[in-house]
């Protein structure tokens, strides 16, 4: 602005002094005028123009800096969502849950059974209970974590009627395990085993089944063990 107001203050002078020339062509001092003004308002347009691109270029100046920073930052929450990731991945990864149990029972025989509807049984005698998973009180397996497990049953039957249990996740029949009344040699064996994908807090338990009988000894020959195969 200051530029151009010294191009008019200089052309109003020189216009003035043509004024007071004897030799003026007053028309013609107009014209160069208007010529200068025209040309003073283009340079004037141009000036802003160049102002405006000068504020657009540091603009986008500071815009792809500010882009470059939230890219920068965004990378860091990422890899640190990831470390994150992978620490918890790696701690589910220590986790070890095995246990295995039998039926209770001293050397003298002992009958369990027969009821009238499916009957929930616990399996007191531990061999063993990683990670505690197995409650020995309510014999239910609850999962600590997500991941698949394996579970499996034996039946060991020596009686004239039938015998047979089943598994059941959060109440829901799974996989059973029966036997008819023996012959022969009076002793039967059945198993059957299953791997599930657990979610943490879900349960696993053992019913007998209505109407029939499991017979244990001190030989332990009925069992329910499992183990957690890996996390999810």
């Known amino acids: 602005m200051l530029i151009t107001t010294v191009i008019m203050l200089s052309i109003w002078a020189t216009a003035a002094d043509d004024l007071l020339s004897p030799n003026i062509n007053i028309t013609e001092q107009l014209g160069k ?41 965004q990378g860091r929450v990422n890899a ?26 001293s050397h003298n025989i002992r009958y369990i059974g027969p009821y009238a509807e499916d009957t929930m049984i616990v399996y007191g005698k531990i061999f063993t209970n990683i990670g505690n998973a197995y409650n020995t009180t309510t014999g239910i397996f609850t999962a600590p974590v997500k991941g698949v497990y394996f579970f499996n049953l034996v039946l060991f039957t020596h009686d004239a009627l039938s015998a047979g249990v089943k598994l059941l996740k959060n109440d829901d029949h799974v996989v059973g395990v ?46 329910f063990s499992g183990h957690l195969l890996f996390t999810m």
């Not at 220590?94 to 039926?103: D, E, G, H, N, P």
């Not at 022969?184 to 089944?209: F, P, R, Y």
């Open 33 to 73: 005028i208007q010529i200068m003004e025209t040309r003073m308002e283009s340079m004037e347009k141009e000036i802003e123009r160049l102002k405006a691109e000068k504020a657009e270029c540091r603009c986008q100046k500071d815009t792809g800096v500010y882009k470059h920073d939230i890219m920068t930052s």
């Open 80 to 105: 640190a969502e990831d470390n994150v990731e992978e620490l918890n991945s790696t701690e589910k990864e220590r986790v070890k849950i095995a246990f295995s149990a039998s039926l209770l029972s």
């Open 178 to 223: 029966t036997d008819n009344p023996p012959t022969g040699d009076k002793e039967d064996t059945a198993s059957n085993s299953v791997s599930l994908l657990l979610e943490e807090g879900d349960q696993i338990s053992v019913k007998l089944m209505e109407h029939r009988r499991i017979y244990t000894d001190g030989f332990k020959r009925n069992t």
